[in-house]
């Protein structure tokens, strides 16, 4: 490489803009380096050095800028090495494309973008005009690791390095009717997320495992303010195990700062048609939605540049379906016309169930749908025909199988139109004063919900609607 001094450039000056395009068909033609382009040819075609050791030398302001057309259209890196001993480095970047290579001078280096938390965390600064040496770099002997991390449904995996994120899919689905099985898809029984780490622990060290969700703060695990990671006191190294029983949970804190994301969307749209579970027909309503997260764990003293390749990445994907299931058909059994004093009343059972599992709110409306001709003839919906109960069932834990039974409430006759619903489930429902009203109301931290729906046909109202004699079979859809 030679220098020039500054009179040699001053009386052989370049050719202004000599290694640009002139027209606009060589400003097209020239090489594309995009982002979406091959990566590859990208980093292999930009190999740029540029050095200043005698041309640009100016006071502590002078700088070279590095803008790496943050805010515009074109949207290219730049790539390769920077050689300004005698400058300030000055480089810009948007939270895409950014500069890529090595910057050596003797003034300061500004990084003006978004530089990823990884990515910080192991870079290495120093400010004595020398590389980093043995005295400038904490020993990494002792670097405490997470050899292997298993999740539920016996997922397991031993994370490579800090650039490797691991991305998982689980649903809380039963009903493979509706979200068949998947070789992807692991499923996930019950609401917890445990989380296992096999971690290796150098000697005479004391360390604490150190957790963020989606990016945010880093934060210590301390369950009720002690840590579970007991210090190593031996002269040898040694391995030791420590579980999260819930990590979309325990990760959570009380200060509301950077806490847990929940970043639940819609995933693959609406839920409408007629399935079989255990070999009965019933009709779902609902969504499919998507709980997605991303979890970050390192092991250490306290962060420090020594651990940056030690920290574990996964995302989570966790599927579940906010969904309702009702009876498709009630059936009130045959009945015999005269039959009425012996049998005052036919009753229809079903049942409302919703699954909540990412405690959204929602609301249900239960409508008569029947008008017209159709309504007169029907003695299902003849006046004090038909009363319409509903019995709202408590979760006693924590899981779908193991309820207590309320009271039933009486909300009326079915004779009403579609624009009066016959029941309105409301998680943001405003109290109405009536207390057997409100007590049926579902709330969004519910994972279920059930209610039993009776319709209790008074049967003498057949004899009056009867054309000819004989039996009859009732049921309503």
Not at 234 to 247: F, G, K, M, N
Not at 322 to 350: C, H, M, R
Request: aromatic residues 10%; negative net charge.
């Amino acid at each position: 490489m030679r220098a020039y001094t500054p009179a040699q450039v001053k009386a052989n000056a370049p050719v202004d803009n000599k290694y640009y395009p002139q027209t606009t068909a060589q400003y097209n033609a020239r090489l594309d380096l995009t982002p979406a382009d091959n990566t590859k040819v990208r980093y292999n075609s930009a190999a740029h050095v540029m050095n200043n050791f005698n041309t640009i030398n100016g006071g502590d302001d002078a700088a070279i800028t590095l803008n790496s057309n943050r805010g515009s259209e074109e949207n290219y890196s730049f790539i390769g090495t920077i050689l300004a001993p005698h400058t300030n480095i000055i480089i810009q970047g948007g939270s895409q494309y950014s500069f890529a290579g090595n910057v050596i001078t003797n003034r300061s280096i500004y990084l003006d973008g978004n530089v990823a938390v990884d990515k910080a965390f192991g870079a290495n600064f120093n400010a004595d005009g020398k590389f980093p040496g043995t005295s400038d770099l904490e020993s990494t002997t002792k670097v405490p690791r997470i050899l292997s991390v298993t999740l539920p449904n016996g997922v397991n995996f031993s994370p490579e390095n800090v650039t490797t994120n691991y991305v998982f899919q689980f649903s809380l689905n039963n009903n493979v009717e509706i979200d068949p099985e998947s070789e992807t898809m692991h499923r996930l029984d019950g609401r917890a997320f445990k989380n296992t780490f096999l971690i290796d622990q150098p000697a005479g060290t004391s360390n604490v495992l150190w957790s963020r969700m989606n990016d945010g703060k880093w934060k210590k695990y301390e369950p009720d303010g002690k840590n579970p990671l007991q210090p190593n006191k031996t002269s040898e190294a040694q391995t030791v195990e420590l579980s999260i029983a819930d990590v979309t949970e325990d990760l959570k804190t009380k200060d509301n700062v950077d806490n847990y994301d929940d970043q639940t969307i819609y995933n693959a749209g609406k839920i409408d048609g007629n399935y079989v579970v255990n070999g009965v027909e019933k009709a779902f309503i609902g969504w499919h939605l998507l709980h997605k997260n991303k979890f970050s764990f390192i092991v250490a003293s306290e962060i420090k540049a020594k651990y940056d390749n030690t920290i574990t990445n996964y995302t989570l994907n966790v599927h579940g379906d906010l969904l309702v299931n009702y009876p498709k058909v009630f059936d009130f059994g045959t009945y015999t016309l005269g039959t009425s004093e012996q049998e005052p009343v036919s009753i229809a059972k079903g049942q409302i169930n919703v699954e909540n599992p990412f405690y959204m709110d929602w609301k249900l409306v239960v409508k008569n749908s029947t008008s017209g001709a159709d309504l007169v003839d029907n003695p299902l919906l003849q006046e004090d025909a038909t009363d319409f109960n509903v019995q709202l069932y408590s979760l006693k834990t924590g899981t779908d199988d193991d309820w207590e039974a309320g009271q039933i409430l009486n909300l009326g006759g079915l004779l009403k139109g579609p624009e009066t619903p016959l029941l309105t489930l409301d998680t943001q429902k405003q109290l109405s004063g009536d207390e057997q009203l409100d007590a049926i109301q579902p709330a969004k931290s519910m994972p279920f919900y059930k209610s039993d729906v009776n319709l209790k046909f008074h049967n003498g109202k057949v004899d009056q609607c009867a054309k000819r004699p004989g039996k009859y079979k009732l049921e309503a859809t």
